[in-house]
């Protein structure tokens, strides 16, 4: 290739990457950039299914101000026409993959309800201008149908917040603010057809001092839509049959709404029920099994201050249900992310595999100890480690007045007991009275957990029990000629172990040898019985048989009885 040619693809090259930047992405729908446009979409919206209806209803206020709402109407068809964009360029899931390919989301998209329903929303009503005049923003309400946008991004919103029954009490008050907002502006539309001050129902006249500003009418009109819909009363009577006929529908949107908000409270109630009951133990089961066996007061009083430290510090005793939900992989991400600093300042644990702390992380069962309990006492079998996540512990006498030492935040004990050491002098025994201080919040690894996490790690089991024989040496606490005999016994079982592995090899050797020396005497017996039957066919047929041929067969008169026992009796001289 000559050099002009080079620097002439060099040249070329630009154009086509700047092309291929100025190309839209295709988001995705659960990624951030949709669910930020979502929020975005909010706005042109609700700026729609409020302000349409109080323009249409309040003339002054679609007159007083037509330029700021010509600008924000188009301001919204904008966003409605981008959103449109949006559409074309969002991927959907097929088989769990992403599609990308904008030809399909585009053809996907245009067979769509969704589809249709944007496109009528974005229809050019506003040209009935020409002739009606500009004083008609109800030639807009074709912009209500982009409300399923909405829905949607209450719903994504309602999925991500930290706080989902605020948002739903939140998301119920808006609904009822925008329903009495409709309302209200009816209810001036109606009084503004049947005429202001004709009775005490409809709207006063506006010609009365103070009646006549925008802001007395909207609020009035707001304010008797209130009393209508929530049934409290205090409205005057109905005159007409229109205002017969509009309370009686309001009175039934006020049931409606009556029921919808009391189901949606309900529902907010359980849910905040139902996550307490998940994060924190019931306490009133446990007060009523102390009641019906008559507990001391003292013990009793002990046990409520316990679960009243659970639920005003918001601790959580109970992980492991929390998270049983969630898929293998992602429930060991998340405990990981959450306890794997704390389990990895274990002396015995440092220099580990990740796959090995993260076994162990979900095994790690939360406790809270309130003051002055025992975690464990001198002399009890060790079944399990503790790893202090909050709270003072101390090392008692007997007594459980002196103190020897005071264990922080981030220290551990009773790691040696869960490890098989030899030589161990305490064996599984505890060495110490650890006593709480005050609230103290463990982490504890049984040694159950801990001998199923290390079956699938020995080369971490052997580097552990060398960590755990070092300390035990540093603490005399490790009898070395045990040690020796224990790795003696056990060396002389392994070889043992090893002479009857052998021992069973050659047994099982010598069995298959047996058995193919029975399969080749067997098939050699079949293979002579064969030759003998094919010999047998060339022997001549004697005498008897040929006489007995000639008679024929049995006369007419005899039976098939007769017959059949000829025939088992066989032919006379094969005897």
């Not at 994504?156 to 329903?179: D, Q, S």
């Not at 006929?245 to 039934?252: I, P, Y």
């Not at 298959?512 to 060339?538: D, F, H, P, V």
């Amino acid at each position: 290739m000559s050099q002009d040619s080079k620097v002439k693809t060099k040249e070329s090259s630009p154009p086509v990457l700047t092309k291929a930047r100025k190309s839209l992405p295709v988001l995705d729908p659960s990624g951030d950039y949709y669910y930020w446009w979502l929020n975005t979409m909010v706005f042109p919206v609700m700026y729609n299914l409020i302000i349409i209806v109080c323009r249409a209803c309040f003339p002054d206020l679609q007159r007083g101000y037509l330029v700021a709402w010509l600008v924000l109407d188009y301001t919204s068809d904008l966003f409605y026409l981008l959103d449109i964009v949006v559409r074309f360029h969002t991927g959907f899931l097929e088989q769990g993959i992403l599609v990308v390919d904008k030809g399909r989301i585009s053809s996907r998209y245009v067979r769509t309800w969704s589809f249709f329903l944007d496109l009528v929303s974005l229809l050019p009503t506003d040209v009935a201008y020409v002739s009606l005049g500009p004083h008609t923003p109800t030639l807009r309400l074709n912009r209500f149908l982009r409300a399923p946008r909405l829905f949607e991004a209450f719903d994504r919103t309602e999925t991500r917040t930290a706080y989902p029954n605020a948002f739903r009490i939140a998301k119920l008050m808006l609904y009822i603010f925008v329903v009495i907002h409709w309302n209200s502006c009816l209810y001036f539309a109606l009084s503004r057809y049947l005429g202001f001050g004709r009775d005490i129902w409809v709207y006063p006249d506006p010609a009365q001092p103070g009646f006549e500003r925008l802001r007395r009418q909207y609020l009035y009109s707001f304010y008797f839509s209130t009393l209508i819909l929530t049934t409290v009363g205090d409205t005057p009577l109905p005159a007409r049959e229109e205002e017969y006929l509009f309370m009686v529908g309001d009175f039934l949107l006020a049931v409606m709404g009556f029921a919808t908000i009391m189901g949606s409270m309900s529902s907010v109630i359980y849910n905040m029920n139902t996550a307490d009951a998940a994060f924190y133990p019931d306490h009133a089961l446990v007060k009523k099994y102390m009641k019906l066996h008559h507990v001391n007061r003292r013990l009793e009083r002990r046990v409520i201050d316990w679960y009243q430290h659970l639920q005003i510090n918001k601790k959580m005793t109970n992980e492991v249900a929390i998270l049983q939900h969630l898929p293998e992989r992602l429930r060991a991400e998340v405990a990981v992310s959450v306890h794997l600093p704390t389990l990895s300042r274990v002396q015995i644990f440092q220099n580990c595999e990740a796959s090995l702390l993260e076994e162990l992380v979900l095994k790690l069962q939360p406790q809270t100890y309130s003051p002055g309990e025992y975690v464990c006492r001198k002399g009890d079998i060790g079944r399990e480690m503790y790893i202090i996540r909050e709270g003072q512990l101390a090392v008692v006498a007997d007594d459980g007045v002196t103190q020897y030492a005071v264990l922080g935040a981030g220290l551990y004990f009773g790691e040696i007991s869960i490890i098989n050491i030899k030589g161990n002098m305490s064996g599984n025994r505890r060495t110490a009275n650890i006593k709480s201080l005050g609230y103290s919040d463990l982490f504890c690894l049984s040694k159950e957990d801990l001998r199923e996490v290390l079956s699938e790690y020995p080369q971490a089991q052997a580097v552990m029990e060398e960590k755990g024989r070092e300390i035990l040496l540093k603490m005399n606490k490790l009898d070395v000629n045990a040690e020796a005999a224990e790795i003696a016994l056990q060396e002389a079982t392994e070889a043992r172990l090893r002479g009857l592995d052998q021992q069973l090899d050659d047994l099982q050797t010598k069995f298959a040898r047996l058995l193919a020396e029975l399969e080749s005497s067997a098939l050699k017996i079949a293979y002579r019985i064969e030759r003998l039957e094919w010999q047998t066919r060339e022997w001549p047929m004697p005498e008897e048989l040929i006489e007995a041929d000639d008679e024929g067969e049995p006369g007419e008169g005899t039976s098939k009885d007769e017959e059949g026992r000829a025939g088992q009796e066989g032919p006379p001289g094969l005897e």
